[in-house]
């Protein structure tokens, strides 16, 4: 199954979340989201891990395939990658992964339940590096009030980036926030997680030489 095969399911006139061979698409520019309820694509008896920014997906089917008692969510905005996870799902046979076409802030706060999540994973999220652009950065108050409600008690926050400037203010962010405490100690970060796991993004960065940045919170 190549990537081509999936085939956008309706036209922009016509758009409506909906889910389109095991894609669960939820459109750019809609705001009747309230209307819309895909619970039932959730099972009810396995731990939930969610990762944003999906890219094109080699992390997180890796973690599908590797962690089959866990149910993954595949969050993506661009539908040109989103073929790809779903190509790799259908062409692997993975099972327990539900990939998201669609904005992680709309996503989040619309579509999951209260205390679904475990964990959610944010790996190398467009930095958007000049400053008039900053505003559009993922991990802001919005995001993470929204993740605050979506995950556990206990329940995990994990960030991946290479972006020194952006993994700041990614941990200026959490520490505002009085239910998530760093799980690691000052500077909140470390440069090397052995079997993190590997996606495209980092590879990339790797071979450029870039640092990264791993930054864990928890929910009180």
Same mark, same amino acid.
């Given at each position: 199954m190549?990537?081509?095969?999936?085939?956008?399911?309706?036209?922009?006139?016509?758009?409506?979340?909906?889910?389109?061979?095991?894609? =669960? $698409? !939820?459109?750019?520019?809609?705001?009747?989201?309230?209307? @819309?309820?895909? /619970?039932?694509? %959730?099972?009810?008896?396995?731990?939930?891990?969610?990762?944003?920014?999906?890219?094109?997906?080699?992390?997180?089917?890796e973690?599908?395939?590797?962690?089959?008692?866990?149910?993954?969510?595949?969050?993506?905005?661009?539908?040109?990658?989103?073929?790809?996870?779903?190509?790799?799902?259908?062409?692997?046979g993975?099972e327990?992964? =539900? $990939? !998201?076409?669609?904005?992680?802030?709309?996503?989040?706060? @619309?579509?999951? /339940?209260?205390? %679904?999540?475990?964990?959610?994973?944010?790996?190398?999220?467009?930095?958007?590096?000049?400053n008039?652009?900053?505003?559009?950065?993922?991990?802001?108050?919005?995001?993470?009030?929204?993740l605050?409600?979506?995950?556990?008690?206990?329940?995990?926050?994990?960030?991946?980036?290479?972006?020194?400037?952006?993994?700041?203010?990614?941990?200026?962010?959490?520490?505002?926030?009085?239910l998530?405490?760093?799980?690691?100690?000052?500077?909140?970060?470390?440069?090397?997680?052995?079997?993190?796991?590997?996606?495209?993004?980092?590879?990339?960065?790797?071979?450029?030489?870039?640092?990264?940045?791993?930054?864990?919170?928890?929910?009180?």
């Open positions: 190549k990537p081509k095969n999936l085939k956008f399911p309706f036209t922009w006139e016509e758009r409506t979340p909906a889910v389109h061979e095991g894609v =669960l $698409i !939820v459109p750019q520019y809609f705001e009747d989201h309230q209307n @819309y309820d895909f /619970s039932h694509l %959730l099972p009810k008896d396995r731990p939930v891990s969610i990762e944003y920014c999906s890219g094109n997906g080699h992390w997180i089917t973690k599908a395939k590797t962690h089959s008692d866990r149910f993954w969510i595949a969050v993506e905005k661009q539908f040109e990658r989103v073929r790809k996870i779903w190509s790799k799902m259908r062409n692997e993975i327990n992964l =539900l $990939i !998201v076409c669609g904005e992680a802030l709309t996503f989040t706060q @619309y579509y999951l /339940s209260e205390n %679904l999540a475990d964990e959610i994973f944010v790996n190398f999220p467009d930095p958007w590096p000049k008039r652009h900053s505003k559009h950065r993922l991990i802001q108050f919005p995001f993470i009030e929204a605050s409600k979506v995950v556990k008690t206990g329940g995990h926050a994990v960030y991946a980036t290479d972006d020194p400037e952006y993994a700041d203010q990614m941990i200026e962010e959490m520490e505002k926030h009085p998530w405490e760093s799980v690691f100690p000052k500077p909140h970060y470390i440069s090397d997680w052995d079997k993190y796991g590997w996606s495209w993004f980092q590879d990339l960065w790797e071979k450029k030489g870039r640092n990264f940045h791993f930054i864990q919170y928890r929910l009180k």
